[in-house]
């Protein structure tokens, strides 16, 4: 089996869910969401066999009312992650780690304005929300370098650039 083969049958499950049609203008949205989780499932080393996770491509009106409705906070953001509500695992094989969300309009004006190629920056957005659903936080000064640290080491695998070189942290931090 090739080391691309061996990623991809450790990686979970990924549904790609496009709701937003502001999505069509972005070439390969969804491979780039799913080269991303690959990546990310490969470089945390877990077997996620029998995971699925799900992607909602969506647009700042919708992801307003996501924050609005589970963080308080009433304003769009760029990604939000939603690990599965205590209880409510189902005895079936697959079980879920969790959705996560990205806004087309926050996204796309921080990638223009940090210089950055769109797809990069969802690549980056898609692995800070899985990140998330594994745990991951960045609340604290320590959690925080290592959750971006993990981040460079995956989005290095994909040819991306440190996103935190000249811009800080708190921009993904949504």
Excluded: C
């Excluded at 450790?10 to 690959?38: F, N």
């Excluded at 066999?49 to 969506?58: F, G």
């Excluded at 604290?140 to 080491?153: F, K, N």
């Amino acid at each position: 089996m090739t080391a691309a083969a061996l990623a991809k049958a450790r990686a979970p499950q990924i549904d790609v869910i496009v709701e937003s049609a502001l999505w069509e203008s972005v070439a390969d949205a969804e491979a780039t969401v799913q080269r991303a989780l690959v990546e990310a499932a490969h470089v945390v080393g877990a077997d996620f066999d029998h995971r699925t996770v799900a992607i909602l491509l969506t647009d700042d009106a919708a992801i307003r009312r996501l924050n609005a409705q589970w963080r308080g906070l009433d304003k769009p953001t760029n990604v939000l992650s939603f690990p599965p509500a205590p209880g409510t695992d189902s005895p079936r094989e697959t079980k879920s780690l969790g959705d996560i969300a990205i806004a087309y309009e926050t996204s796309a004006r921080e990638a223009q304005s940090e210089d950055k190629r769109f797809a990069d920056h969802l690549a980056h957005l898609a692995v800070h929300g899985f990140l998330h659903l594994l745990g991951y936080d960045h609340e604290a000064d320590t959690q925080a370098e290592q959750m971006e640290q993990l981040e460079r080491v995956i989005l290095a695998r994909l040819g991306i650039a440190d996103p935190y070189l000249t811009h800080p942290a708190e921009e993904v931090r949504g």
